[in-house]
């Protein structure tokens, strides 16, 4: 089955730029109508949407993020990736990439994160 | 934003008891909701899409209601592996948002 896994560097320093990468294995992340997604998590706190990508290279970001944002697909490989620059300690947090499949019903589309990767650490300090 | 807001954040229930938490909206968004369950150290899990949707592989025990503001997600009969904390999400408009978490707790 499709499963998802993040991968990158646990510890960035402050002012530079955390970059993540999700693999997709067990199909194609240019199989269906899919956006693939990250969503972060600090410690002991709740989800934030990051942003998204189709396989075309069509991205939606959080506002709250987007000047720092930059979430890339390279199809070839199966992995999209996850760039956000000029972190500070408020960044660390839990990484997951995640699916965003949509759900046709009443000519409109239900989204929803149906596979989740287990997350990786990712840690903003000097 | 979308602000959603989860009632009560955490509650303390016994194996058997029936549950439901509450999930609200700041604006109306139709049946654009979904409910996940985390457990600690691990990634949620998606439990409903679309307000009531049962995703495959989810105990029927859990069940989920609502339209516009107001959803419930409601757990008939609490069994042990059910206690973790859950998270209502918006699909309605970008940027997705969730609302802050319902932490399950063993009496």
């Known amino acids: 089955q499709v499963q998802l896994q993040e991968s990158g560097p646990g510890l960035v320093k402050p002012s530079q730029t955390l970059s993540l990468t999700c693999t997709v294995s067990?199909?194609?992340?240019?199989?269906?109508?899919?956006?693939w997604t990250w969503i972060r998590q600090p410690a002991g706190k709740g989800l934030e949407w990051i942003g998204r990508?189709?396989?075309?290279?069509?991205?939606n970001y959080n506002p709250s993020l987007k000047s720092r944002v930059t979430i890339s697909v390279d199809t070839s490989k199966n992995q999209f990736s996850l760039k956000l620059s000029s972190v500070t300690a408020a960044d660390t947090a839990v990484y997951y990439c995640?699916?965003?499949?949509?759900?046709?019903?009443?000519?409109?589309?239900?989204?929803?994160?149906?596979?989740w990767g287990r997350g990786t650490l990712v840690t903003v300090s000097s | 934003d979308i602000q959603m807001t989860q009632s009560p954040s955490s509650l303390s229930a016994s194996v058997g008891d029936r549950v439901a938490i509450s999930c609200r909206a700041s604006?109306?968004?139709?049946?654009?909701l979904n409910w996940y369950q985390q457990k600690p150290g691990k990634a949620p899990k998606l439990l409903i899409y679309?307000?009531?949707g049962l995703q495959s592989g989810v105990p029927s025990r859990f069940s989920g209601s609502g339209s516009g503001t107001d959803f419930t997600l409601t757990i008939s009969s609490l069994q042990p592996e059910d206690f973790a904390t859950y998270y209502c999400?918006?699909?309605?408009?970008?940027?997705?948002?969730f609302g802050q978490g319902t932490k399950v707790e063993i009496k």
């Open positions: 995640a699916r965003d499949r949509p759900l046709t019903g009443d000519s409109t589309l239900y989204w929803y994160f149906d596979l």
């Open positions: 067990g199909g194609s992340i240019s199989s269906a109508s899919y956006y």
């Open positions: 990508v189709y396989t075309s290279g069509s991205t």
């Open positions: 604006q109306s968004i139709s049946g654009y």
């Open positions: 679309a307000a009531s």
């Open positions: 999400q918006q699909s309605y408009s970008t940027p997705w948002t």
